[in-house]
């Protein structure tokens, strides 16, 4: 069964600090892996999308990294800010049906 | 400026009634989608259309009915309404047919609530 885990749950870091974001997955065949930022009351927003054959990607402050051998990615967001609180969302496409398999994403929120 | 809007963006009506929610995109993308976001924050597609034609249709009841009248619109409408259906919907629309097209871009989203 195709499945995307995300972990933590949730997350709580004080601002400046680093912090490191998790995905899973059990997609088979894979087309590529996209990682979300959604702010409450707001529409997922695209960080980054990698493909089969990109290892690291980075996007201003948040690098996301994928292992495809392991089906793992995972996404750093350095020096963290306020604005970074927010859900991250970890979607994965199957290759051949284009089906795109959400997780449940990881909660952040960051205090000063 | 807005890139992918809709409309309403809160809805509170009550059970056995039909209402539609409109989504409009001023990119010039080809492809359109409709998704749901339950309680739990679990976003799941629901439709996706590419230049007017529909392309993808997950499980979804036959009381929710997609509409696009041209490219920039994709509307939806939901009839005899449930509980169930109380959720935040988004509409997106990306270039490229399929979702392993380009980047989706989201609208913020219509909170429906039923009750």
């Known amino acids: 069964k195709n499945q995307v885990e995300q972990s933590p749950q949730s997350l709580i870091i004080l601002e400046g600090k680093n912090c490191t974001l998790q995905c899973n997955y059990t997609v088979s065949p894979f087309s590529n892996l996209r990682w979300y930022k959604q702010d409450t009351g707001r529409g997922p927003v695209s960080l980054t999308i990698?493909?089969?054959?990109?290892n690291t990607k980075s996007n201003g402050r948040y690098t996301a990294t994928l292992d495809a051998d392991t089906k793992q990615s995972s996404l750093h967001i350095t020096a963290s800010q306020l604005s970074d609180s927010a859900s991250y969302i970890c979607v994965v496409t199957s290759k051949g049906t284009d089906k795109l398999i959400f997780g449940t994403g990881t909660r952040l929120q960051v205090f000063p | 400026d807005t890139a992918v809007s809709q409309t309403p963006k809160y809805l509170v009506t009550q059970m056995g009634n039909d209402k539609s929610i409109k989504c409009e995109q001023n990119l010039g993308h080809d492809t359109m989608y409709w998704y749901k976001q339950d309680s739990k924050k679990f976003l799941k597609i629901m439709f996706s259309y590419n230049n007017k034609e529909l392309i993808i249709n997950e499980t979804v009841p036959n009381r929710f009915s997609p509409k696009s009248p041209d490219k920039a619109h994709l509307n939806l409408h939901i009839n005899s309404l449930e509980l169930g259906d109380s959720a935040v919907y988004f509409c997106?629309?990306?270039?490229?047919?399929?979702?392993?097209?380009?980047?989706?871009?989201f609208g913020p989203g219509t909170r429906l609530t039923v009750t």
């Open positions: 990698m493909t089969f054959s990109e």
């Open positions: 997106a629309s990306s270039y490229g047919e399929g979702l392993a097209g380009g980047e989706q871009y």
